[in-house]
């Protein structure tokens, strides 16, 4: 299994980026998804989730409104578009795996994650 982000950078505030995550290893389709961001000395925090079909999304009350999670299951690729950022956003940014079964805001039912991409929000 791996997984691999792409996309972050440097941006001003109100900027925009989008995170890509390209999956291999594994059926991608059958898997929940998740994006986990850690900001410097601080715990991971779940970010936002999407089901299996792409349909069904979930977001953090810090994010709700500003990002949007998407899958395209044919190009094995977890999407991250992030608007409107801000100083608060800065962090490094993961995708996972979320096991079968697990519960998809639980840290610990991620199975497999990225290596991070950096997200920096500064004027």
């Known amino acids: 299994v791996q997984l691999v982000e792409s996309g972050g950078g440097m941006v001003q505030p109100g900027g925009s980026l989008r995170l890509s995550c390209v999956a291999s290893?594994?059926?991608?389709?059958?898997?929940?998804m998740t994006w986990v961001r850690q900001a410097p000395g601080k715990g991971p925090k779940w970010v936002s989730h999407i089901h299996t079909g792409g349909s069904t999304t979930y977001y953090a009350d810090s994010v709700k409104g500003r990002f949007t999670t998407s899958r395209d299951n044919a190009k094995n690729t977890l999407y991250l578009q992030m608007n409107s950022l801000k100083p608060e956003d800065t962090a490094l940014y993961y995708c996972a795996r979320i096991r079968l079964g697990g519960v998809p805001t639980r840290i610990d039912d991620y199975d497999y994650w990225g290596q991070g991409t950096q997200v920096t929000v500064s004027s």
């Open positions: 290893g594994f059926t991608f389709s059958n898997y929940d």
